[in-house]
């Protein structure tokens, strides 16, 4: 920690915040102002972080520290094992502000709801003005896309998604989509079949250095309790490992992304898919650098249109109206439960032992790497938290708490509105529920499973087609408006009066055992 002394600014930067090029060091001057960053245990705890999604955060920051100090810059650090750590968040900068007596404060826009206004209520404790300004990571700011939004009728991630690749020349021919069409994804869903998807090169990973392995044995020490293990840690750390991986992913695994984004494969658990999301939500890699990479890989000839397109989607289509429809809709967007769900989550979440396979091996990923793809996660652990009436708020805890790159702007709409439809709507048209069989299509998850996917009801009978048809039961008033819902309706209509009730026993029976 630096010495005393009063400043004229002192910059803010969270954990989530690691860009040299934010805006929070325009006009920076190191003679007379001060980073400010803290370790602090309360945000590990918030909920029960993954000791690898505390060590990524932490490793970065002191990382990041360390760069703005080569500059020459003044950094005000808390380590998390400093003797007078208060372990909060507002603690420690209400003791900084108290010593360095700053004259004004600047940070730019969290990624929680919940650590701008604390940062906010700090500020105003103090007596201290807080600039709160706009983080310029991102290609769509509030006040676009809120009047994007004021102009539609519902939000639908689709146009959106146009009107960026238009504002960006994203994978544009002019004014036409490159390949003659927006969307790619018809091509984007197919499963490996029986064969599986053969030898897959593997992500490049990053050996800890002696800064990241000094936050690896803090975390095994003082958070020993919390889920998951550290003994696979090879995250990007630094903007060079970021881009690294960035290059790694567009030269190995993008050519083969798309079609295969969908699919999913015993102990594979990366596929094709670009494991960068954590850098990018950690501001360790820039969105713009990640899309100009998979363009220059399209137009090299090196990766095909519905590939590129694919992963362009994910950056600058969900990426960006996921946060645009966190900024828009907080704080009251966290209490939505659209289909009054408010059963716990099984504790096997936080062990993976469970005799279904699928969860086995999605939920034992994730314990191991502090990862799942998004359809592990969508059509896994997601899609049985879903089906069985899960509380949407005990889901977002777990997804908050269990994947490295989890930051709440980007996994709260994720989890609330995609995965569980407690937000009635918005982000999804339909609720994402299927059958077991799904997953035997998708995977080869089914092959390694005492359950058959194709029964709901019997001693072999797949808990996820029993809860699939239990859960259109439940809900069948609700949906029966839901175009998109239309031939799933027709399907449990042909389920005659004893058929729906040995499913819903079955169904009470599952939710004995959760």
């Keep these: 920690m630096t010495g005393s002394g009063r400043v004229q600014r002192l910059t803010v930067v969270l954990g989530d915040q690691l860009d040299e ?46 760069r703005l100090r080569a500059l020459g810059w003044r950094v005000d650090y808390t380590e998390l094992d400093d003797a007078a750590n208060r ?81 960006t020349g994203a994978l544009m021919e002019g004014a036409t989509p490159a390949g003659g069409r927006w969307n790619f994804d018809e091509e984007n869903r197919a499963g490996f079949g029986r064969s599986g998807p053969g030898e897959v090169p593997q992500p490049i990973g990053f050996a800890p250095d ?8 803090l975390v095994e020490r ?11 840690f090879d995250w990007p750390v630094t903007p060079e490992q970021a881009r690294a991986a960035l290059a790694d992913f567009a030269a190995r695994r993008l050519a083969r992304f798309g079609r295969w984004q969908d699919a999913m494969w015993t102990g594979e658990p990366v596929l094709y898919h670009a494991r960068l999301s954590a850098a990018m939500n950690l501001k360790l890699l820039d969105p713009r650098e990640a899309v100009a990479a998979a363009e220059d890989a399209y137009r090299a000839g090196a990766a ?5 397109e694919g992963f362009v989607r994910q950056v600058i289509g969900w990426r960006e109206y996921v946060r645009g429809v966190y900024r828009l809709l907080m704080p009251g967007y966290a209490q939505r439960n659209a289909l009054a769900a408010d059963r716990p989550l099984p504790d096997f979440y936080w062990t993976g032992d469970t005799e279904m396979a699928c969860l086995r091996e999605a939920i034992g990923q994730t314990l191991r790497l502090g990862y799942a793809h998004h359809i592990q996660r969508l059509m896994v652990t997601g899609l049985y938290a879903l089906l069985l009436g899960v509380a949407p ?40 529920c299927a059958s077991g069989r ?29 809860l699939y048809w239990d859960f259109l039961l439940r809900h069948e008033e609700r949906l029966r408006s839901n175009q998109r819902m239309r031939m799933q309706l027709r399907n449990l209509a042909r389920l005659d009066g004893p058929a729906r009730g040995e499913v819903q026993e079955a169904a009470r029976r599952l939710w004995e055992r959760a």
């Design 222 to 232: 003082r958070f020993a309790g919390h889920p998951g293990s550290l003994e696979r």
């Design 210 to 217: 002696a800064t990241t392995r000094e936050v690896l044995r």
């Design 393 to 432: 708020s005990e889901a977002h805890r777990w997804y908050l708490a269990v994947y490295v790159d989890a930051v709440e702007w980007v996994e709260l709409p994720n989890t609330l509105g995609m995965s569980q439809y407690a937000d009635g709507g918005v982000m999804a048209s339909k609720p994402y």
């Design 21 to 66: 090029r934010s805006a929070a060091f325009d006009g920076f001057d190191p003679a007379v102002d001060r980073v400010w960053m803290a370790e602090v245990a309360a945000e590990a705890e918030h909920v029960w972080s993954h000791k690898a999604r505390i060590a990524l955060f932490l490793a970065a920051m002191r990382h990041f520290r360390d």
């Design 438 to 466: 799904y997953l035997s299509r998708m995977s080869d998850y089914c092959r390694g499973c005492r359950y058959r996917p194709g029964e709901a009801t019997g001693e072999l009978a797949c808990p996820f087609t029993t």
């Design 304 to 308: 095909p249109i519905e590939s590129v």
């Design 87 to 167: 372990g909060s968040l507002v603690e420690e900068l209400r003791e900084a502000v108290r010593r360095l007596q700053p004259e004004r404060m600047t940070v730019v826009a969290p990624g929680e709801w919940r650590v701008e206004q604390e940062l906010r209520a700090a500020a105003r404790n103090a007596g201290v003005p807080l600039e709160v300004l706009p983080d310029r990571h991102f290609l769509c700011d509030d006040d676009t896309f809120r009047l994007h939004a004021a102009e539609r009728r519902e939000l639908r991630m689709e146009p959106f998604y146009r009107k960026m690749r238009r504002k």
